[in-house]
Nanobody, 121 residues
Framework: QVQLVESGGGLVQPGGSLRLSCAASGFTFHYYAVGWFRQAPGKEREGVAHLSSRHDSTIYTDSVKGRFTISIDNAKNTVYLQMNSLKPEDTGVYYC??????????????WGQGTQVTVSS
């Protein structure tokens, strides 16, 4: 059974850091683009970071450039999102998704269930 499971969310103060994990089961990330998305209350879901299907390039939305880093550990079949210098506007439910053979995730072949990130003092 194909599954993506996110973890690592929580409550953090502004300026703090979190590392989110997206663990895959039932398949591997080979040939899949991986994307991290977030959805804040009352807002549309937005893509924040993408790793290409060849795993050789990344794309970040402007608001997280220089603060977030997407990476992959093939041995653990896990993708990470390191989030530093967190701001209240980073609050939301974070999802990972995969899509085969693309430079970034657009529609998503598979999605995780999400993990809540709250940035607040």
């Amino acid at each position: 059974q194909v599954q993506l499971v996110e973890s690592g969310g929580g409550l953090v103060q502004p300026g703090g850091s979190l590392r989110l994990s997206c663990a895959a089961s039932g398949f591997t990330f080979h040939y899949y683009a991986v994307g991290w998305f977030r959805q804040a209350p009352g807002k549309e879901r937005e893509g924040v970071a993408h790793l290409s299907s060849r795993h050789d390039s990344t794309i970040y939305t402007d608001s997280v450039k220089g603060r977030f880093t997407i990476s992959i550990d093939n041995a653990k079949n896990t993708v990470y999102l390191q989030m530093n210098s967190l701001k209240p506007e980073d609050t939301g439910v974070y999802y990972c998704a995969v899509e085969k053979g693309r430079r970034k995730v657009v529609g998503g072949d598979y999605w995780g269930q999400g993990t809540q990130v709250t940035v607040s003092s």
